[in-house]
């Protein structure tokens, strides 16, 4: 099982920016896909994006295409998060995770093609 840490969140005004950062650790060899979820209170988690591991092939919930981006660094074994233009409902604990599946073959519910799971980083935005 691999392990995954994120970091980056905080309190940020509506209009601001934030970069989410996902450390990977331990059994990642068998990783083919990374992801964001996020989760706001009293609400379920929902899908953020998803990155194919091996040429960066991605895919977005259709409301956030054009404020949120997702890249990875192979070398350092991260993924990110860059999240544009945030607004007061992006408030959620956000999550990384990992699959062993493709994204090719993925469709809602996202969730349950992920096996490995952050402890998530909260964001808040907020004046």
């Known amino acids: 099982q691999a392990q995954l840490e994120e970091s980056g969140g905080g309190l940020v005004q509506p209009g601001g920016s934030l970069r989410l950062s996902c450390a990977m650790s331990?059994?990642?060899?068998?990783?083919?896909?990374m992801g964001w979820f996020r989760q706001a209170p009293g609400k379920e988690r929902e899908f953020v994006s998803a990155i194919r591991w091996n040429d960066g092939t991605t895919i977005y919930e259709d409301s956030l295409k054009g404020r949120f981006t997702i890249s990875r660094d192979m070398s350092r074994e991260m993924v990110f998060l860059q999240m544009d233009n945030l607004q007061p409902e992006d408030t959620a604990l956000y999550f990384c995770?990992?699959?062993?599946?493709?994204?090719?073959?993925?469709?809602?519910?996202?969730?349950?093609?992920?096996?490995?799971w952050g402890q998530g980083t909260q964001v808040t935005v907020s004046s």
């Open positions: 995770a990992g699959s062993q599946s493709e994204i090719y073959v993925m469709n809602v519910p996202y969730s349950r093609y992920f096996r490995d």
């Open positions: 331990g059994r990642t060899f068998s990783l083919r896909s």
